[in-house]
């Protein structure tokens, strides 16, 4: 490493530091993962080490920042898609999700013990 590198990212996961990477020299950015190797050999020690530098040269910090950035807005997008309602996984007429260990809707009050009863329609 003749030039300066800096930091622009930690990762506490060496998964996400390695996706960094590869997006960062997609873009032709050379990147270096300070503690990758100590974290692969046991992943206990990412915060005693201070978890997973992403490093590249001073010169393309900025660029570098914006690849960043754009991983993290295709994630959040990813996660904040709807999840599809399977119909037999659906609470009546709320359409809110129905985990198996409830019995009653936390949105509407719908029940099995009154499973012929209505959701309240004031709740949805």
């Not at 959040?76 to 999700?97: H, R, T, W």
Request: hydrophobic share 40%; net charge negative; glycine share 4%.
């Amino acid at each position: 490493m003749d030039k300066p590198y800096v930091t622009i990212e930690q990762f506490d996961n060496i998964l996400h530091a390695e996706l960094a990477q590869i997006r960062l020299e997609e873009a032709g950015i050379p990147v270096y993962l300070h503690n990758r190797n100590i974290v692969w050999a046991d992943p206990l020690l990412s915060n005693a080490v201070g978890n997973i530098k992403v490093q590249v040269p001073a010169e393309d910090r900025d660029r570098a920042v914006e690849v960043i950035a754009s991983i993290r807005e295709k994630i959040v997008a990813m996660f904040n898609q709807p999840k599809p309602i399977e119909e037999d996984d659906a609470y009546l007429n709320c359409g809110e999700s129905m985990p198996e260990d409830l019995d009653t809707c936390g949105h509407c009050g719908w029940s099995y013990a009154d499973d012929d009863a209505a959701p309240n329609p004031e709740s949805i």
